[in-house]
C-alpha cells in the first residue's frame, strides 16, 4: 500500500496536564524505540489520529513529521507502528498512543489481522463457520509488514474442513513462526446437527442393549429355554 504519514508536533504538556489537549481534541502520544536515546512526547490530532488508525493499523508502517512545540520542522520523519492506542472504557475516546520507532534495515514482528474473503459453500448447507484465528503474528521488513492477511474460504465446501497455517499464501519476505497446523478457520457442524447426532448415537445404543442375548439361568441356559423346559415337564 501506499506510504502512510502523520503530521505531529513537541508535545510540552506532560503528565495531568495532558488533559487540556484531549479537550481540544488533541492526543497525547509518544514515540520510543530504535535510535532513540529517549522517547519523544508528540501531540496529534484526533481526526488525523482516526484516519491513521483506519489506514494502517498496527502493522503498517507510518511515516511521522514531527514539528517543534513553535510550529517549525524537526527535520526528521520517524518511521513507526502503532504500538497500543489508549482509550477511555466507557466513551470509547481515544487518551493516549505509543508509536514505537523501529529500524527499516531489520525484520519487524506485528500482530496482522486476518480477513476472510468469499462464501463459504458449506455455510449455505447448514455448516457453520469457525474462526478462532483473527490475528497472526508476522515478521518482516518494516515495509514489507502486510496490512492484512487474506485468507480464501470459498472452497470449504464440507464440515470439518479447514484452513491452517500451512495452507496460507504470505507475500514474499513474510514469515510466520507459529505452528503450521494452527486452524486459521473451519467448518463445524451446526447445534442443531450435533443435537440429532448425539439422539442418533443414544437410540442406537439403546436399541443395541433391547437387542441383547438374554440372561441365562443358573445352569447355564437362556432365560427363555429354560421356561420352555418347565413348562414341558408340566
Known sequence: ???????????TLLGKKAKRLRRQGIVPANIYGGGLEASIP????????RDILIAAGTSTIVDVQVRSASGGEEGRTHPVLVE???RHPASGQVLHVDL?????????????PVTLVGEAPA?????????PLDLIEVEALPRALPHAIEVDISGLSAVDQQITIADLRLPPGVTVE???????VQIVASSMEREVEAEQAEAAAEAAEAGAAPAATEEGAPVGE????RAEER
Open 1 to 11: 500500500m501506499a506510504d502512510v504519514r502523520l503530521d505531529a508536533q513537541v508535545r
Open 42 to 49: 508528540v501531540q496529534i490530532d484526533v481526526h488525523a489520529l
Open 84 to 86: 497500543h492506542v489508549a
Open 100 to 112: 514505537h520507532q523501529v529500524n527499516l534495515d531489520k525484520p519487524a514482528r506485528a500482530a496482522v
Open 123 to 131: 455455510v449455505k448447507e447448514g455448516g457453520v463457520l469457525f474462526h
Open 178 to 184: 507459529a505452528d503450521p497446523e494452527t486452524v486459521v
Open 226 to 229: 429354560a421356561a420352555q423346559e
